[in-house]
C-alpha cells in the first residue's frame, strides 16, 4: 500500500506527485493541508509530528521532506534510469538537489509569498524586488548550465530536474519581469511536454493569491 498525502498546489507535493507518476508507481493521493486540513490530527502527527506535507507511506516506510522522499522513490524504484546506483555518478544531480534548496527555492518562495501570497496592499515592494533578483541570479546559473545539456544533470531526466523544475510554472505564469534565458525556456518547454509534469504540475495556483494562512 502506497500513500501521498498532500494539497496538489503546494510545489514541495507536486514534486512528489510528478516523480511517483514518472516511475509509473501506484498510489493513492489523500489530500491534506491547506483548505483540506488534516494536519492537526492525531494520526497524521504520528507520521509527521511537523505537521507538514508532502507525507509518504510505502508499505511500512513513512518518509516526510520532499527531497527525502524524492532520493527514497528514485533509489527504490529508478535505479539505473532516473537514480544511478554508482555515488560519483549520481552526485551530478545530487548537488542540483541540494543547490534547489539551499539557492534556488528559498528565493523563489520568497518571491512568490511576497508578490503573489501576500494580498496586494501589504506588499513589501523592497523585499519583492530583492527576491526576484535572487530568484533570476539563480535561474541565470541554470541557464548556463543548461547550456552544456537538455537536462540538469545530463542528457536525461534525473532529480535535479523535478528538484529544480517544479517551480518553473509558477515562475512562467507571474506577472513579473523575466530576463531573456533561452536554455531555461528550452528546458521549461521539454519538461511541459511529460505527462508527469502536465498532470502534477502545471496546476492552478491561483487558488493561493492573497492567502497567507497556508
Do not use: C
Amino acid at each position: 500500500m502506497r500513500t501521498i498525502w498532500g494539497r496538489r498546489n503546494s510545489f514541495n507535493v507536486q514534486k512528489v506527485l510528478w516523480l511517483a507518476d514518472e516511475l509509473g508507481l501506484t498510489y493513492e493521493h489523500v489530500a491534506a493541508g491547506g483548505s483540506f486540513g488534516g494536519l492537526d490530527t492525531d494520526e497524521f502527527r504520528a507520521r509527521n509530528p511537523h505537521q507538514r506535507v508532502p507525507v509518504l507511506q510505502d508499505d511500512d516506510v513513512v518518509l516526510w521532506e520532499s527531497h527525502a522522499i524524492l532520493r527514497y522513490l528514485a533509489a527504490r524504484y529508478g535505479s539505473g534510469t532516473i537514480w544511478s546506483p554508482d555515488p560519483g555518478v549520481e552526485s551530478r544531480s545530487d548537488r542540483w538537489v541540494e543547490w534547489s534548496s539551499t539557492t534556488l527555492l528559498p528565493a523563489f518562495t520568497r518571491l512568490f509569498w511576497g508578490f503573489f501570497r501576500t494580498p496586494e496592499q501589504e506588499r513589501n515592494q523592497a523585499a519583492i524586488d530583492k527576491a526576484l533578483a535572487e530568484t533570476t541570479r539563480a535561474y541565470a546559473m541554470l541557464d548556463e548550465q543548461l547550456s552544456l545539456q537538455p537536462y540538469v544533470a545530463g542528457d536525461h531526466l534525473t532529480l535535479a530536474d523535478i528538484a529544480a523544475g517544479t517551480p518553473l510554472y509558477r515562475w512562467y505564469n507571474l506577472d513579473i519581469a523575466r530576463p531573456d534565458m533561452p536554455h531555461v525556456d528550452a528546458w521549461y518547454r521539454r519538461l511541459q511536454t511529460r505527462s508527469a509534469y502536465q498532470t502534477n504540475v502545471m496546476v492552478s495556483f491561483e487558488e493561493l493569491r492573497g492567502r497567507s494562512a497556508f
